[in-house]
């Protein structure tokens, strides 16, 4: 191909216990799918999921067993961790059933979608929508990736996140209020999914601020966990 301009390095994630790299294509997330996290923000019930997007740019792929540094964006002072379980999508397809939804799953990783908690205030204030406060630069950290077949029973896995070794939040990935089969039938109905995407799955309750200097741990049973310093 016959670019005008050098295009962009292809955003990628690590794969854990291999050097290869799993390339992305979009990220997608889904909001408020704990019911204890939807009452922290205001919600309740079993509403129908929402979604909305990152950049593909966006992810901060950190290596195993070592800290990432994740710098503090601009235009915010009170920016939000919310850990969350990542499928990674290795057949696109649309109009998926539930049924067949695990088998377009490549593999499972531990993310992080960090928030401009006030800038998504005011854009909910004002009936905006969130672009500003979720898909900005290094918004969307994420540990190395591990393939379906050696991550376990992550329906049962638990979930969690310390900052500066302070547990902050803690959960199961059954609570989900959609589970993963009916995240990926639902998305793939608004936008056909490709080999690629990325799907936040949404975070349990317990979200909260986080400081220039903090050091955030998150794991999900069987998979890598992931090490962030905010800078």
């Known amino acids: 191909m016959n670019y ?3 295009p962009p390095e292809q955003a990628s994630v690590a794969v854990t216990g291999t050097e290869q790299r799993f390339p992305v294509h979009r990220i997608y997330c889904v909001g408020r799918n704990y019911a204890d996290h939807a009452r922290e923000m205001g919600s309740s019930g079993r509403e129908a999921p929402f979604f909305f997007t990152k950049p593909a740019d966006a992810v901060l ?4 067993d070592q800290v990432i540094t994740m710098p503090y964006p601009t235009l915010t002072g009170d920016l939000h ?7 990674a999508i290795g057949k696109g397809g649309s109009d998926i059933a539930v049924a067949d939804a695990p088998g377009h799953i490549w593999g499972y990783a ?3 979608d960090m928030t401009r908690r006030d800038l998504q205030a005011d854009a909910k204030k004002l009936g905006r929508p969130w672009c500003i406060a979720k898909g900005f630069d290094a918004s969307a950290p994420i540990a190395p990736i591990t393939p379906v077949a050696q991550a376990g029973d992550i329906a049962h896995a638990e979930i969690w996140l310390k900052v500066n070794g302070e547990a902050r939040q803690s959960g199961r990935i059954e609570q989900m209020i959609w589970n993963l089969a009916e995240v990926v039938s ?3 109905r608004a936008w056909q999914l490709a080999p690629g995407d990325l799907i936040y799955t949404g975070t349990p309750a317990g979200v ?4 220039r200097g903090d050091v955030l741990e998150g794991g999900i049973t069987g998979l890598t966990p992931l090490h962030v310093r905010v800078a």
């Open 186 to 188: 639902h998305l793939s």
């Open 110 to 112: 531990v993310g992080l």
């Open 61 to 64: 792929s950190a290596v195993a």
């Open 81 to 87: 961790h919310e850990i969350e379980l990542v499928a």
């Open 208 to 211: 909260g601020a986080v400081q």
């Open 4 to 6: 005008v301009i050098t």
